[in-house]
């Protein structure tokens, strides 16, 4: 398997070459020779390349001087040793992402780490399946670090503490670790992806936010977290004493909780207790199959339960007029309910809009059987029609009436009130339904065959 520095050389040429070569021509133009590192980009790219090692440490070093951005996805890296090599050789990497490659091994003792790499400010380590005690090492070699990628390593559980544990001390029921720390472990950070890992409770991911005091973006989609209370689980016991869900995130401005196992409003509820918390992710919950509601409905409800939240499943900031709107629709939705089903935020609302009068009930949808006369020559009849029935489905419920069939036929809709000033209009659309032409009891749909047209055409 080739060396990043082997890979390198595949890619820009062993000398840093990067002019065509032009011995056979004609004219000889001296181009000057260009040093070997202008050849290499700053954001260099690397992914699939089989690497597994750095290569010689002097020929690295003089290529990848001005890297600042590696993406060595993707690749057979599996010992922490070589990665340590690589940045030694690429002292201003500020984004290093090496995903996908099997980084288990221990950071062993020998290589203990301290504060030395200052520049690297990002790093992704999504499905490396790094052990929490390399991260710990890696954190605290790190002191820069703003952004850190965990997605998809399989963690069940959080464990920062620095301290040995064993399987004994996970419980059987959550598998969470029953090790519970507040001590800060990085202030510098701010954005943490941690999606697609099997962590079920949120008290495993409040560590984070105590880990990451500073932290600002959480993203844990994908996570099967089943309720956002602090220790719902009986078997562990509640050691949290009164400690709230959002506790551990006191600066947390964006989280990302879609594809999660919510499923009470209860839950929404908690996060609008999140001081710092003004954008924020909640599509795909098991509470919105259960709460039959329109997805209008349905962000209505959630702009008026989130007061600090100002982006909502993307897009732009909700408007003012929106969330006026909002909260006195769910004054009214809560009015209609027994008082004990209402929250406490309806009691809020309606101390800031005070009780407001029920909308009058305006059904606006169309009638939905109305009686046609159906005329073809000298024959008519009046018919009980469905106006959600299509044109297509409605010709040939009329082929015995036509006496032809519904491919030669043409219908044509005539409006009682407009029958003197506008005439028939023909039904072209077969899929359009009898609905979309307004069509009341007492008009008249006219049938006529195409084949008659076109034997008039003829003559």
């Not at 011995?23 to 290499?40: C, E, G, Q």
């Not at 499923?263 to 098991?286: I, K, M």
Request: proline fraction near 6%.
């Amino acid at each position: 398997m080739p060396s990043l520095l082997e890979a390198l050389e595949r890619k820009y040429g062993a000398k840093g070459e990067v002019n065509p070569s032009i011995d056979d021509m004609p004219v000889a133009i001296f181009v000057p020779k260009r040093s070997p590192r202008l050849s290499v980009p700053t954001l260099l790219v690397l992914n699939d390349c089989d690497i597994d090692c750095a290569g010689d440490a002097c020929a690295l070093a003089d290529k990848c001087a001005d890297v600042v951005e590696l993406d060595l996805a993707n690749n057979k890296l599996t010992e922490w040793q070589e990665v340590f090599a690589i940045l030694e050789q690429t002292p201003h990497v500020r984004f290093l992402n090496l995903s996908f490659n099997r980084l288990t091994a221990q950071i062993q003792a020998a290589q203990a780490l301290q504060p030395k790499w200052d520049s690297l400010s990002h790093l992704v380590l999504n499905s490396t399946y790094v052990g929490w005690p390399s991260v710990l090492g890696l954190l605290k070699a790190l002191p820069a670090l703003e952004e850190l990628h965990l997605s998809l390593n399989e963690y069940s559980y959080v464990d920062l503490s620095g301290k040995e544990t064993n399987e004994k001390e996970r419980c059987e029921a959550c598998s969470r670790l029953n090790v519970d720390t507040t001590e800060p472990v990085h202030e510098q950070l701010k954005k943490l992806h941690f999606s697609g890992n099997p962590v079920s409770s949120w008290r495993e991911i409040s560590k984070l936010g105590y880990a990451f005091p500073n932290l600002e973006t959480l993203l844990v989609n994908e996570c099967p977290i089943k309720t956002l209370e602090p220790d719902p689980c009986e078997k562990c016991g509640d050691n949290n004493g009164n400690k709230k869900s959002h506790d551990a995130f006191t600066h947390l401005r964006f989280l990302n909780l879609n594809n999660t196992g919510l499923a009470t409003w209860d839950e929404v509820d908690r996060l609008a207790s999140f001081p710092a918390l003004r954008s924020l992710r909640v599509q795909g919950w098991p509470l919105w199959e259960r709460f039959e509601s329109t997805e209008h409905e349905r962000r209505l409800l959630l702009v008026a339960r989130l007061p600090r939240v100002r982006t909502l499943n993307g897009g732009g900031a909700v408007p003012a007029d929106e969330r006026d709107s909002a909260e006195r629709a769910f004054i009214r939705y809560y009015m209609e309910k027994p008082e004990a089903d209402r929250p406490d935020r309806y009691w809020e609302l309606v101390g800031v809009h005070g009780k407001l009068d029920p909308l009058v009930s305006v059904d606006l949808r169309p009638e939905k059987r109305v009686q046609i006369t159906f005329t073809c020559g000298d024959t008519s009849e009046v018919r009980t029609v469905d106006v959600y029935r299509t044109v297509s489905d409605l010709k040939t419920r009329l082929e015995r009436l036509a006496g032809f069939p519904a491919s030669k036929m043409r219908l044509f809709y005539v409006d009682q009130e407009l029958r003197d000033t506008q005439g028939p209009e023909e039904m072209k659309y077969p899929t359009k339904q009898l609905y979309s032409y307004n069509i009341r009891s007492g008009d008249e749909i006219i049938i006529d065959s195409k084949l008659k047209h076109t034997i008039s055409s003829t003559a």
